[in-house]
């Protein structure tokens, strides 16, 4: 079983859960720390790299997130809408990711998806009160210590092949003309990963899996996905058609076709930092023409 290496899953980052419970640890922690902001939409940016700060940098009210240590240095992420400096840059995780390092990249993934957590949960469901951060962050906790942990909602995204190793793939109806992507949807409740992807081909693409593989996984907090990667073979390739409502058209493909069209501008593949793209990829392998595009489709 070969696992992809998924742009968003590089991470070197140890996330300390030890530290959370000690706040004086965190205090000492936050004077000594390697920073990062973001407001709400973007992280500070310096070039193409997140722009580290200290708390001696930080004049305006936000809150904390604590993101964990790497090589003996403590980081955090500051959360605040009010942008620190006006001549500062800030860009979205989409337009920066695919050039981080490993280690930006796991803060920043990890920064996002609970910055978005935190500025959604504000009520406690359970008694009505207000929640506040707690565990540096990592909790929410409401003054009758009922406890909320940020939510991660589980998705299958699928590479469908038929026996001559085509890939089959589709245009989402609100997608412009010539994108197209992998099969993919949210897991329901009561469901496996694999008895989603079953159900996600056949809804989609009218075609019956008949075996699958795993391929990895990897976050997408846009705003709060996990993306659980697989490639399925199915047995009735002439079964295939687009369901007519998500999917409005689909197209088989072998690597020179999918270069072709590709090359050509008939076909807009994934942006480079999605799962999509890299199960494509892997399919295309490496000692052929280079797939062009790289684009973030926004």
């Known amino acids: 079983m070969k696992i992809l290496n998924l742009p968003l899953s590089r991470s070197n980052v140890d996330r300390a859960a030890h530290i959370r419970s000690d706040q004086a640890a965190l205090e000492a922690a936050w004077g000594s720390a390697s920073i990062v902001h973001f407001n709400g939409e973007g992280f500070l940016v310096e070039g193409a790299s997140l722009k580290h700060i200290t708390a001696k940098d930080i ?28 001549e500062e840059d800030y860009k979205t995780l989409r337009e920066i990711s695919a050039g981080l390092s490993d280690l930006d990249v796991g803060l920043a993934v990890h920064g996002q998806a609970v910055a978005h957590w935190h500025h959604k949960t504000a009520i406690c469901s359970q008694c009505g009160d207000s929640l506040h951060p707690a565990l ?25 092949k038929d026996k001559k190793d085509r890939i089959l793939i589709g245009r989402q109806a609100v997608w412009p003309q010539n994108r197209f992507s ?34 990895g996984s990897q976050p997408w907090p846009f705003p709060q996905s996990l993306m659980i990667a697989f490639e399925a073979t199915i047995q009735d390739p002439e079964s295939a058609r687009p369901d007519g409502e998500e999917i409005v ?5 072998d690597r020179d076709s999918l270069y072709a069209d590709a090359t050509s501008g008939h076909l807009l593949l994934p942006p480079v930092v999605s799962v999509a793209r890299a199960m494509i990829q892997s399919w295309y392998g490496k000692d052929r023409p280079p797939l062009p595009g790289g684009e973030t489709w926004r």
Do not use: K
């Open 59 to 86: 004049t305006v009210p936000g809150e904390r997130i604590f993101l964990g240590t790497h090589a003996g240095i403590f980081y955090f992420l500051f959360c605040s809408e009010t942008m620190i400096g006006a």
């Open 182 to 215: 992998t099969f993919a949807g949210f897991v329901e409740a009561g469901e496996s990963f694999e008895q989603c992807v079953v159900r996600e081909v056949l809804e989609e693409s009218g075609v019956t899996v008949s075996d699958i593989n795993y391929l």
């Open 136 to 160: 540096g962050g990592s909790v929410r906790r409401c003054i009758n210590e009922h406890e909320h942990y940020p939510r991660t909602d589980p998705a299958i995204i699928v590479l469908v």
């Open 249 to 253: 058209e689909i197209r088989w493909y």
